[in-house]
């Protein structure tokens, strides 16, 4: 079966869209097939990718909430060669509800009992999720096997970071006592400022080899690969980011074996 990982912070801004994507194209391009799930209401993720919100395609509130409807019927092409996504709209937003009524007595395992079944259909099957506590985020960690988080390189970032590990515990315990985690990967790093520094070298000292290698610097070019709906190591395969990325793809590759 396919790793399933769930990409995942409580913090929003933090840069779970742009690593789930950045990483999955990365992994496709060193020939891996990779899945993209959008549980994030916001749908970011599938609108970076290009993908129309009216169009009249299923989506994964569909594959999650409605009869006969599931996972694979939900699946399309991205703009990215090899990639494909299971798309959000807003319609997500109303998973919660339907999560506290309807499915209120499966509702940690919706997202499990729908994204499972096809994880042997992919090499990665790359989950991003909403900020916060929601049920949605909650059922893509009892779904998941691993989880990447994405690590803002600021003080007040770091003060999340304590928390979801604490979070992380709990859920290991309660809900999916299988669940590691695959690494936490610094982001937004401004090179420059004595601050950044500072922040990756506490999360090294506290979380050890958890921390991925791979550091992803900010970069404007990051900002104009989502306006031209590409992935940095298509958009601009030379720069910093892009390099990072493929990087990353190769760390977390290497955890799995």
């Given at each position: 079966m396919g790793r399933i990982?769930?990409?995942?912070?409580?913090?929003?801004?933090?840069?779970?869209?742009?690593?789930?994507?950045?990483l999955g194209a990365a992994l496709v391009a060193d020939g891996h097939t990779v899945l993209l799930v959008d549980l994030d209401p916001r749908a970011d993720m599938s609108a970076y990718l290009g993908i129309p919100a009216d169009d009249g395609r299923y989506?994964?509130?569909?594959?999650?909430?409605?009869?006969?409807?599931?996972?694979?019927?939900?699946?399309?092409?991205?703009?990215?060669?090899?990639?494909?996504?299971?798309?959000?709209?807003?319609d997500l937003a109303g998973?919660?509800?339907?999560?506290?009524?309807?499915?209120?007595?499966?509702?940690?395992?919706?997202?499990?009992d729908s994204i499972v079944p096809m994880a042997a259909e992919y090499d990665f099957v790359l989950i991003d999720t909403p900020p916060g506590l929601q049920l949605l985020s909650v059922g893509a960690v009892v779904a998941a096997e691993e989880l990447i988080i994405p690590q803002q390189c600021s003080f007040l970032a770091l003060h999340g970071l304590r928390q979801l590990s604490r979070n992380i515990e709990r859920a290991q315990e309660q809900l999916n006592p299988t669940l590691r985690i695959c690494g936490i990967v610094m982001?937004?790093?401004?090179?420059?400022?004595?601050?950044?520094?500072?922040?990756?070298d506490m999360v090294r000292q506290r979380f050890g080899d958890m921390v991925f290698d791979t550091i992803i610097p900010?970069?404007?070019?990051?900002?104009?690969?989502?306006?031209?709906?590409?992935?940095i190591i298509s958009y601009d395969p030379e720069c910093a980011a892009a390099a990072?990325?493929?990087?990353?793809?190769?760390?977390?590759?290497?955890?799995?074996t």
């Open positions: 990982i769930a990409v995942s912070n409580q913090k929003g801004g933090v840069g779970k869209t742009t690593t789930t994507i950045n989506t994964v509130y569909d594959a999650l909430f409605a009869e006969g409807v599931g996972l694979r019927d939900a699946v399309s092409q991205t703009s990215i060669a090899g990639l494909q996504i299971v798309p959000a709209t807003a998973a919660e509800m339907l999560l506290m009524g309807d499915f209120a007595d499966r509702r940690t395992l919706v997202v499990r982001t937004m790093q401004d090179r420059r400022t004595i601050h950044n520094r500072q922040v990756i900010t970069t404007v070019r990051l900002q104009e690969a989502v306006a031209a709906q590409e992935a990072a990325y493929r990087s990353l793809a190769h760390e977390v590759v290497a955890r799995g």
